[in-house]
Nanobody, 117 residues
Framework: QVQLVESGGGLVQPGGSLRLSCAVS????????MGWYRQAPGKQRELVAG???????DYADSVKGRFTISRDNAKNTVYLQMNSLKPDDTAVYYC???????????WGQGTQVTVSS
């Protein structure tokens, strides 16, 4: 069973920074497609950033240039560095682990990010 544990959320002022972490256990982290998603109240969950085992990264247009996804395969951990945060970034952020050819798709419990003055 794959387990994902997120940390690093909190309250930050506009323009501030946060770094989210997602520690994965029980899976084959190095080959997994890892993603960060977010869901704001009343909105659908959306992809924020993703990275494959081959180090390719993808970002939502709304966060390009501000957010950076990275992974440490030795620590089975994926990170999301969030800079220049805006109130519109307020949401619950979820970590996702996928190995599509194995039918594996797991989610973390979510961590709240609130951007407010």
């Amino acid at each position: 069973q794959v387990q994902l544990v997120e940390s690093g959320g909190g309250l930050v002022q506009p323009g501030g920074s946060l770094r989210l972490s997602c520690a994965v256990s029980g899976g084959i982290f190095s080959i997994a497609v890892m993603g960060w998603y977010r869901q704001a109240p009343g909105k659908q969950r959306e992809l924020v950033a993703g990275t494959s085992g081959g180090a390719r990264t993808d970002y939502a247009d709304s966060v390009k240039g501000r957010f950076t996804i990275s992974r440490d395969n030795a620590k089975n951990t994926v990170y999301l560095q969030m800079n220049s945060l805006k109130p519109d970034d307020t949401a619950v952020y979820y970590c996702n682990y996928r190995v599509p050819w194995k039918g594996a798709d797991y989610w973390g419990q979510g961590t709240q990010v609130t951007v407010s003055s």
